[in-house]
């Protein structure tokens, strides 16, 4: 196996990695444990699920260093096709993630001011609770940040993939659409928040299918070699 089947078939496990990692911490616990508008409903689940609270923390964790290291076999993989895009998207990618691993310290803030007993002599339980909420959602505004940086990502991505003919065209397109709905997620979630409360998780769909489709083939299929040489 020479090293582009190789390194497309790592991006391709480490993409997998990434949508499971992250649909777990923010489908299942962030989204599983959070009462909008309830601090006390949601400080019980956090404290009644603290391992899978735990867990989710710890699968972010891993979620982007899966996306770093697939950002730089993506550059490695398109700089023939396009150095200045490659360089482009890996800035992206980069911020993006810079963003949302910072942003994290928001989601075990909740655990910090729960469990300290320094802080509950300081503060009633119920002010501790509202603070909890408060950085869950300062931690959704960071994380839509993050998700907004990515937006930009994947036309780039997409174009590409288009362009290098060692991949399907049409994964190029519905990788460009993946951008396209990120983009409109965190914009709505600024500028009309109840307009984004019915678009998601719809307006996502394409980043869904865009990004499983990319694992997919890249572990199943691969690139066409000769197209797509790494020097």
């Given at each position: 196996?020479?090293?582009?089947?190789k390194?497309?078939?790592?991006?391709?496990?480490l993409?997998?990695?990434?949508?499971?990692?992250?649909?777990?911490?923010?489908?299942?616990?962030?989204?599983g444990?959070?009462?909008?508008?309830?601090?006390?409903?949601?400080?019980?689940n956090?404290?009644?699920?603290?391992?899978?609270?735990?867990?989710?923390?710890?699968?972010?964790?891993?979620?982007?260093?899966?996306?770093?290291f697939?950002?730089?076999?993506?550059?490695?993989?398109?700089?023939?096709v396009?150095?200045?895009?490659?360089?482009?998207?890996?800035?992206f990618?980069?911020?993006?993630?810079?963003?949302?691993?910072?942003?994290?310290?928001?989601?075990?803030?909740?655990?910090l001011?729960?469990?300290?007993?320094?802080?509950q002599?300081a503060?009633?339980i119920?002010?501790?609770?509202?603070?909890?909420?408060?950085f869950?959602?300062?931690?959704s505004?960071?994380?839509?940040?993050?998700?907004?940086?990515?937006a930009?990502?994947?036309?780039?991505?997409?174009w590409?993939?288009?362009?290098?003919?060692?991949?399907?065209?049409?994964?190029?397109?519905?990788?460009?659409?993946?951008?396209?709905?990120?983009?409109?997620?965190s914009?709505?979630?600024?500028?009309?928040?109840?307009?984004?409360?019915?678009?998601?998780?719809?307006?996502?769909?394409?980043?869904?299918i865009?990004?499983?489709?990319m694992?997919?083939?890249?572990?199943f299929?691969?690139?066409?070699?000769?197209?797509?040489?790494?020097?």
């Amino acid at each position: 196996m020479n090293v582009t089947k190789k390194l497309t078939r790592t991006a391709g496990f480490l993409y997998l990695i990434m949508i499971v990692t992250g649909g777990f911490a923010e489908a299942f616990v962030r989204g599983g444990l959070t009462v909008h508008g309830d601090p006390a409903a949601t400080a019980r689940n956090i404290l009644e699920s603290e391992q899978m609270y735990r867990l989710g923390f710890v699968a972010d964790l891993i979620c982007i260093i899966a996306t770093t290291f697939l950002s730089l076999i993506f550059y490695y993989l398109f700089k023939p096709v396009n150095k200045f895009l490659s360089s482009m998207a890996l800035l992206f990618s980069i911020l993006a993630s810079a963003v949302m691993t910072a942003n994290l310290i928001h989601q075990f803030a909740p655990l910090l001011l729960l469990h300290n007993t320094a802080y509950q002599q300081a503060f009633s339980i119920e002010q501790l609770q509202t603070q909890s909420l408060f950085f869950l959602n300062l931690q959704s505004q960071g994380y839509n940040i993050s998700l907004l940086l990515f937006a930009f990502y994947f036309p780039i991505i997409g174009w590409l993939v288009y362009k290098s003919n060692s991949l399907p065209k049409v994964l190029g397109v519905i990788y460009t659409l993946a951008g396209v709905g990120y983009l409109a997620n965190s914009l709505a979630w600024f500028l009309a928040p109840q307009l984004a409360g019915h678009l998601f998780p719809y307006v996502l769909l394409p980043a869904f299918i865009g990004e499983v489709s990319m694992s997919l083939w890249l572990i199943f299929k691969g690139v066409k070699a000769p197209e797509m040489s790494v020097g």
